[in-house]
């Protein structure tokens, strides 16, 4: 190849290049751009995460607007069946007030049924029991009361993205804390926790068959 080919080719190969270096930057930025962030998670980080985790039936509902008019909370008074952490929130009784994004939330409204039976995480704030955003409400599966009961926070999840390209979500090491979950939504994601064996090391152990 003569000389003046080899240059002739060098700004098409660079624009290439920069253009993927390009594409790969916006890729791993894109979560922090979002105004909201609901990526996918599995129920023990959501448990984790959270200073409350009830079982909950929905009997009533209102929509709360915050001080400056621009955001809302819709507000659920619920009948509580089963705490599974943050029992020092719930002595006063069983039926309490739960708040939740409502429409103008930057990750849009969680709008609960009535009469319907949820899996409810979130914390506490000066006002409010609040749910978490995304993953802090789910409708009650079965499941979750073996899951809940074996879980261990002394373990931590990662969830991979099965959407990204590898480099932009590489999966971390695995080390004796953590346990790197099964694809989203298979049996063994649905069935799981990640739990220390005898000797303090995690792993994921299914607390029902698949």
């Known amino acids: 190849m003569g000389l003046s080919a080899f ?25 922090v751009l979002l ?13 984790c995460a959270s200073s409350f985790v009830i079982k909950a039936k929905v009997h009533q509902q209102e929509e709360l607007l915050t001080p400056d008019g621009f955001d809302s909370w819709l507000r659920y008074r619920v009948n509580i069946s089963n ?20 429409p103008a939330h930057s990750c849009g409204p969680q709008e609960l ?10 914390y506490k704030d000066e006002t409010a029991l609040r749910a978490a955003p995304c993953a802090g409400v789910k409708f009650w599966k079965p499941i979750y009361s073996s899951l809940l009961q074996n879980i261990d926070c002394g373990c931590k999840v990662f969830t991979p993205r ?5 480099i932009v979500n590489p999966a971390p090491p695995k080390t004796d804390e953590t346990c790197i979950a099964p694809t989203r939504g298979t049996c063994s994601f649905k069935s799981g926790v990640c739990k220390k064996d005898p000797d303090g090391v995690c792993h994921w152990n299914l607390v029902e068959p698949c």
């Open 7 to 31: 240059i002739s080719k060098r700004p098409a190969e660079d624009m290439g290049q920069r253009l993927i270096f390009l594409f790969i930057f916006l890729l791993s930025e894109f979560q």
């Open 35 to 47: 105004c909201c962030d609901c990526f996918p998670s599995h129920i023990q980080t959501d448990f």
């Open 83 to 102: 705490v599974y952490k943050g029992q020092e929130m719930f002595l006063l009784g069983n039926r309490v007030l739960i708040s939740t994004p409502g």
């Open 113 to 122: 049924k009535l009469d319907q039976d949820y899996l409810i995480s979130g």
């Open 162 to 166: 099965t959407w990204t390209i590898p």
